[in-house]
């Protein structure tokens, strides 16, 4: 079955660490997008990729890192430089910029202590 | 720019109907979108409206004013089940752009 997975479901990492969080879809998608939401808010955008080897800043980019080598696989890289790093990250992927509708990943929750 | 409104919380009867209304104010648009969210999980595609009037699917339904910037989705005969937030995001210039989110709790 097709999908899109995020690893791990929970993830815990200490003040100061890098962290990343995988995103992996074998939808052949193009598009693959990066959201935080924090508790009582809706998605906000970090970072997106319309094509392999190519991203673009999202609303809230700043102590976030990305890579798109390969189609299947959109990375994202928490930061020490992120000053509030604790929050639910949903990947997404869509069959093209062009066209809307994305599917979503489960999720991982990050907790930074 | 982008503003996308919508209640914080709305509470109702097990059986009754609930309306969410949703307005925005963004620098395009190229079709509005409803998502259900059950706490810690991923949302999941209710409606997608492009044009003016009302899609209905179900106990679902979901409305699109474009010119006065306006969306509502329509809960129908209410079940426990539905007890979530509902997402209302707005897509433009290639990507989805999201409301807070209304919780919407459900009472037997």
């Known amino acids: 079955d097709g999908g899109i997975t995020q690893s791990p479901k929970y993830l815990f990492r200490k003040e100061g660490q890098n962290v990343t969080l995988s995103c992996e879809q074998n939808l052949n998608h193009d598009a693959m997008y990066w959201y935080r939401q924090d508790p009582g808010q809706g998605l906000r955008l970090i970072y997106y990729s319309q094509i392999v080897n190519d991203f673009q800043k999202g609303d809230i980019a700043e102590g976030y890192s990305v890579s798109r080598e390969k189609k299947e696989s959109f990375p994202l890289t928490v930061t020490s430089a992120q000053k509030n790093p604790t929050a639910f990250y949903l990947c997404?992927?869509?069959?093209?910029?062009?066209?809307?509708?994305?599917?979503f990943g489960s999720g991982t929750r990050l907790t930074v202590v | 720019g982008k503003n996308i409104d919508q209640p914080t919380e709305m509470t109702a009867t097990e059986g009754a109907i609930v309306q969410i209304n949703c307005t925005y104010q963004?620098?395009?648009?190229?079709?509005l979108f409803w998502y259900q969210q059950h706490a810690g999980e991923a949302p999941t595609f209710l409606s997608y409206n492009v044009l003016d009037g009302l899609e209905e699917k179900g106990r679902f339904s979901s409305f699109l004013s474009r010119s006065k910037g306006y969306s509502y989705l329509l809960l129908k005969e209410l079940q426990m089940k539905d007890s979530a937030s509902y997402l209302c995001?707005?897509?433009?210039?290639?990507?989805?752009?999201f409301g807070a989110g209304t919780t919407v709790t459900v009472r037997a």
């Open positions: 997404a992927s869509s069959i093209n910029p062009d066209t809307p509708g994305y599917t």
């Open positions: 963004t620098s395009g648009f190229n079709g």
């Open positions: 995001a707005v897509y433009n210039d290639y990507k989805l752009s």
